[in-house]
């Protein structure tokens, strides 16, 4: 079926079968590699993106549902105004694998433009944690994660 | 066997209208789905059987949104948790709902996971089914043939995942009558880790005091029987008692009774048990706390 939306801010047209998930779409049609799949049962974040400015697991969309819907990947994310959050993650040593990096950030800008939404600080590590439980690392411990948020929020602010 | 994603039909209706001609024409060959937070895992898993279609509600925009009425609030079927976890109306009138909104997996799922799906899927883990149960929601459903069909929530599950739900009939909205002012509604889950978890044991308590004794209050537990359950003979007991956390110690026999527990992969019957006397304690202090 056709399914027409953007991506980092350029149209997208496809015929494609509307219960492919978003994930696959991105990944193998599209191209976006930097979305990655952990689990494939939307346990991980791995695959989070922004959908209409909603963070979420593309693992679990059907393509069809995102029909003319606004879509941010970690390839836009410097574009989108994260790169304070890129550039933090990079000098406080946040990524080790990477893995799940890509996904982190989507969460960790999400949570900073919900912040900015509802006036909340988001300078607040417990709820830094809970913003970015639906992500797992196996790598870090998560701590350089939750500093790189931290010090990428307070940037954004500035 | 497991139909491969891209081979299955996917509907798109736009209006309810639609949505219920699609459900009356396709019936069992079409599943409705609408976040896909546990028919997309099962899918993948196999465990959905073959479905040659899915009938997608998620672009319905007459099944989303939180209504407050005079007397009730309504609840859109594919209204999201993340909706209901931030609704001011919510907070105000079932307060336990909000409390178990987000407590539902995490952000990302939050974001698409629906009240409606929840109910459908009828997990006896289901996160919003304890506070549905205490609440006397009604479930509206609707068919193309009949109209509307309103059934009490205590009536929906007849049995482990199953439901009255016709394969006409679709889930529309939840509809939960305004309890009485200073009624105190509380959830709880307790599962290996603080999210992206499903639940050992849950619990949701509503008390309407007068004085210090309890005038008004049910209770409902998760994860421990075939089905979401009230626990009548717990709630005849904590009736006219003086609100104390250690009425939980009191009733716990009865309350022992009423859950049937099993031995599972998430837990066990022994702990069960142990952990639902807990919870009942814990929700009574708050309570109590509550009322000062």
């Not at chain 2, 949104?65 to 999201?80: F, K, P, Q, V, Y």
């Not at chain 2, 290996?192 to 209050?217: C, F, H, P, Y």
Request: proline letters at 5%; a neutral charge; charged letters at 25%.
């Amino acid at each position: 079926m056709k399914v027409a939306f953007t991506i980092n801010g350029r149209p997208h047209d496809l015929d494609v079968p509307g219960a492919r998930r978003l994930l696959d779409v991105l990944r193998e049609d599209l191209g976006l590699t930097g979305t990655k799949e952990g689990c494939g049962e939307g346990e991980c974040g791995a695959c989070s993106v922004l959908v209409d400015g909603e963070v979420v697991n593309a693992c679990l969309i059907p393509v069809a549902q995102v029909q003319g819907a606004d879509i941010v990947t970690v390839e836009g994310l410097e574009a989108a105004g994260g790169k304070p959050l890129q550039d933090a993650f990079v000098q406080l040593g946040a990524a080790q694998c990477g893995a799940c990096t890509p996904g982190m950030l989507m969460a960790a800008y999400a949570y900073y433009q919900a912040c900015a939404r509802t006036g909340e600080d988001p300078l607040d590590r417990d709820r830094i944690r809970a913003a970015l439980a639906g992500n797992l690392c196996r790598c870090t411990g998560y701590q350089k994660i939750i500093d790189a948020v931290w010090t990428g929020c307070e940037a954004l602010r500035r | 066997m497991n139909r491969p994603l891209a081979e299955i039909e996917f509907f798109t209706p736009a209006t309810l209208n639609e949505a219920l001609a699609l459900r009356d024409a396709e019936r069992s060959r079409a599943l409705p789905i609408a976040g896909g937070t546990d028919l997309m895992v099962l899918q993948r898993s196999g465990g959905l059987g073959a479905p040659r279609a899915f009938l997608s509600l998620w672009g319905v925009e007459d099944l989303r949104g939180i209504t407050l009425r005079e007397n009730r609030i309504e609840i859109g079927a594919t209204t999201t948790f993340a909706q209901i976890g931030r609704s001011p109306e919510i907070d105000r009138h079932v307060t336990a709902l909000g409390e178990a909104a987000r407590r539902v997996g995490a952000v990302q799922i939050q974001n698409r996971a629906t009240i409606g799906g929840n109910i459908v899927n009828g997990s006896p883990a289901g996160d919003s089914l304890p506070v549905l149960a205490v609440v006397n929601a009604t479930l509206v459903l609707a068919s193309k043939a009949r109209g509307l069909r309103k059934v009490p929530f205590e009536a929906f599950f007849t049995g482990y995942r199953q439901t009255v739900l016709q394969d006409d009939e679709l889930l529309v909205r939840i509809e939960i009558p305004l309890p009485p002012a200073d009624t105190w509604t509380g959830f709880e889950k307790v599962g290996s880790r603080r999210a992206q978890t499903i639940s050992k044991v849950m619990a949701a308590l509503r008390v309407r005091l007068e004085g210090d004794k309890i005038a008004d209050v049910a209770f409902a537990c998760g994860s421990v029987a075939p089905t979401v359950i009230r626990l009548p003979r717990t709630e005849a007991r904590l009736l006219g008692r003086p609100l104390s956390e250690h009425l939980a110690d009191e009733v716990a026999d009865t309350l022992n009774r009423e859950i049937v527990p099993i031995d599972d992969l998430r837990s066990t019957a022994a702990y069960r048990r142990f952990v639902s006397v807990g919870l009942l304690r814990r929700l009574l202090r708050r309570c109590a706390q509550a009322s000062g």
